[in-house]
């Protein structure tokens, strides 16, 4: 099969990449390892910044968003019997949507189908050749045969664990890695929400409720870094996040059934640089931001948007300077977006080895934040997204 650009993943930064790029009159084929069914069924994060929803509406993506998705106005920080709100609106003039990336992958997804997008699934690329070349080769392994997707560029959207970061040869990119000593229990429940995003750094540790409709609730508690999900019983998690909420007495917090669990380790991760040769990495497969900034799928826009626009112009111009500043452009925003939700992070958990004299300095941070404006137009700022800087 040949192609203009192979895409690795149908992930969010892939399918964004293809809508993109088919919109700049530019060929693609997106080989995903997985099946239609296990992809859509992921779940994820569920904050949208203005650039990923205009992104959608650019791409005449966003009817389904529009008539489901929340407007989140307010982030709430509790601690020690204190509650920061920050008014996003009055604080920056902006407000972020509430929309379950898993509903974005199948908006992009049906997207994708319904236009004849190539888009394979099942299609395991097990690896990479002439990435120095003309003509770079993704090989894959789909339906028990060896087949090969000869493109001009491969785009690397293929997450943490993915096999495009590896294609660069030792010595041409360098890793940035952090992991913590701790992880989130995610889970989601049929019950009512609060009303507004709301983090809490208690005694007990962190906790954050979130949601995906006025009916289902999206609630992560931190855990041990190996924590297994099935040993926290809805009981369990219920009581724990009634406490951790300051809700000791259950007045506020409505309890339901929980219908999906899951345990993520907290790490940051940035490679660079983001290219080699033929081969852009995006997103996952490049960068891994805290969740505590709820980042993660819009920096993979970011990249995927400036990715399209450096590839559109060399099909446009046959000029490659866009190009060779797509890490460089790129790297800006990741670096920001990971020192952001790193200092989210590091603010609002507790952390194991930490002594009393940290754990005090987190609290005078949290009251600093409670009487500032600034501290929280700062934070309100980051929150909902730095403006799109086009490459
Ligand atoms: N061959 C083909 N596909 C692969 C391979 C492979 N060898 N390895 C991984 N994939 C696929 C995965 O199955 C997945 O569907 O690549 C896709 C990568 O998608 P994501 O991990 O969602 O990464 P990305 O598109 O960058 O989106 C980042 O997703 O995981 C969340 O928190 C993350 O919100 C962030 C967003
Ligand atoms: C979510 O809704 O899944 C979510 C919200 C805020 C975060 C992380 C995740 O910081």
Same mark, same amino acid.
């Given at each position: 099969?040949?192609?203009?650009?192979? +895409?690795?993943?149908?992930? !969010?930064?892939?399918?964004?990449?293809?809508?993109?790029?088919?919109?700049?009159?530019?060929?693609?084929?997106?080989?995903?390892?997985?099946?239609?069914?296990?992809?859509?069924?992921?779940?994820?994060?569920?904050?949208?910044?203005?650039?990923?929803?205009?992104?959608? &509406?650019?791409?005449?993506?966003?009817?389904?968003?529009?008539?489901?998705?929340? +407007?989140?106005?307010? =982030?709430?920080?509790?601690?020690?019997?204190?509650?920061?709100?920050?008014?996003?609106? $009055?604080?920056?003039?902006?407000?972020?949507?509430?929309?379950?990336?898993?509903?974005?992958?199948?908006?992009?997804?049906?997207?994708?189908?319904? %236009?004849?997008?190539?888009?394979?699934?099942?299609?395991?690329?097990?690896?990479?050749?002439?990435?120095?070349? *003309?003509? !770079?080769?993704?090989?894959?392994?789909?339906?028990?045969?060896?087949?090969?997707?000869?493109?001009?560029?491969?785009?690397?959207?293929?997450?943490?664990?993915?096999?495009?970061?590896?294609?660069? !040869?030792?010595?041409?990119?360098?890793? /940035?890695?952090?992991?913590?000593?701790?992880?989130?229990?995610?889970?989601?429940?049929?019950?009512?929400?609060?009303?507004?995003?709301? /983090?809490?750094?208690?005694?007990?540790?962190?906790?954050?409720?979130? #949601?995906? &409709?006025?009916?289902?609730?999206?609630?992560?508690?931190?855990?041990?870094?190996?924590?297994?999900?099935?040993?926290?019983?809805?009981?369990? @998690?219920?009581?724990?996040?009634?406490?951790?909420?300051?809700?000791?007495?259950?007045?506020?917090?409505? *309890? $339901?059934?929980? @219908?999906? #669990?899951?345990?993520?380790? %907290?790490?940051?991760? +940035?490679?660079?640089?983001?290219?080699?040769?033929?081969?852009?990495?995006?997103?996952?497969?490049?960068?891994?931001?805290?969740?505590?900034?709820?980042?993660?799928?819009? =920096?993979?826009?970011?990249?995927?948007?400036?990715?399209?626009?450096?590839?559109?112009?060399?099909?446009?111009?046959?000029?490659?300077?866009?190009?060779?500043?797509?890490?460089?452009?790129?790297?800006?925003?990741?670096?920001?977006?990971?020192?952001?939700?790193?200092?989210?992070?590091?603010?609002?958990?507790?952390?194991?080895?930490?002594?009393?004299?940290?754990?005090?300095?987190?609290?005078?941070?949290?009251?600093?934040?409670?009487?500032?404006?600034?501290?929280?137009?700062?934070?309100?700022?980051?929150?909902?997204?730095?403006?799109?800087?086009? +490459?």
């Amino acid at each position: 099969m040949r192609t203009q650009v192979g +895409i690795i993943g149908a992930g !969010p930064a892939g399918l964004f990449l293809a809508h993109l790029l088919r919109q700049a009159g530019v060929e693609s084929v997106i080989l995903e390892s997985r099946s239609r069914a296990y992809v859509e069924s992921r779940v994820r994060a569920g904050v949208l910044e203005a650039g990923t929803v205009e992104t959608l &509406s650019a791409l005449g993506l966003d009817a389904r968003m529009k008539r489901e998705c929340m +407007i989140d106005d307010g =982030l709430d920080i509790r601690f020690r019997g204190k509650t920061i709100n920050l008014d996003l609106p $009055g604080l920056t003039g902006q407000h972020v949507v509430i929309y379950g990336q898993q509903e974005v992958v199948k908006d992009l997804i049906a997207s994708c189908i319904s %236009l004849g997008q190539p888009l394979e699934f099942e299609a395991k690329v097990t690896g990479l050749t002439g990435l120095d070349g *003309e003509r !770079p080769e993704i090989h894959y392994l789909q339906g028990g045969e060896d087949k090969v997707l000869t493109c001009d560029f491969i785009a690397g959207c293929d997450g943490y664990h993915g096999v495009s970061r590896a294609a660069v !040869p030792e010595g041409k990119i360098t890793h /940035y890695e952090k992991t913590y000593d701790f992880a989130w229990l995610g889970v989601l429940s049929r019950s009512r929400p609060l009303p507004d995003m709301t /983090y809490t750094n208690s005694d007990r540790g962190f906790a954050l409720c979130s #949601r995906r &409709s006025t009916q289902v609730s999206r609630l992560y508690l931190q855990v041990g870094a190996d924590e297994n999900p099935e040993a926290w019983s809805d009981a369990r @998690f219920w009581d724990e996040l009634h406490q951790r909420m300051f809700d000791a007495d259950k007045v506020e917090i409505v *309890e $339901g059934e929980i @219908f999906q #669990r899951d345990v993520a380790r %907290l790490r940051s991760f +940035i490679a660079a640089p983001m290219q080699y040769g033929r081969l852009y990495l995006a997103g996952d497969a490049v960068h891994i931001t805290p969740p505590t900034g709820a980042k993660g799928l819009n =920096l993979a826009v970011a990249d995927v948007r400036s990715l399209a626009g450096a590839l559109g112009h060399f099909y446009r111009t046959s000029q490659r300077d866009k190009l060779a500043r797509y890490s460089e452009h790129c790297l800006k925003r990741v670096w920001r977006t990971v020192g952001y939700s790193t200092r989210m992070t590091e603010l609002l958990h507790k952390f194991p080895e930490q002594g009393a004299y940290r754990r005090e300095l987190q609290f005078a941070e949290l009251d600093f934040i409670h009487s500032s404006r600034a501290a929280q137009a700062a934070i309100a700022e980051q929150y909902v997204g730095m403006p799109y800087e086009p +490459i």
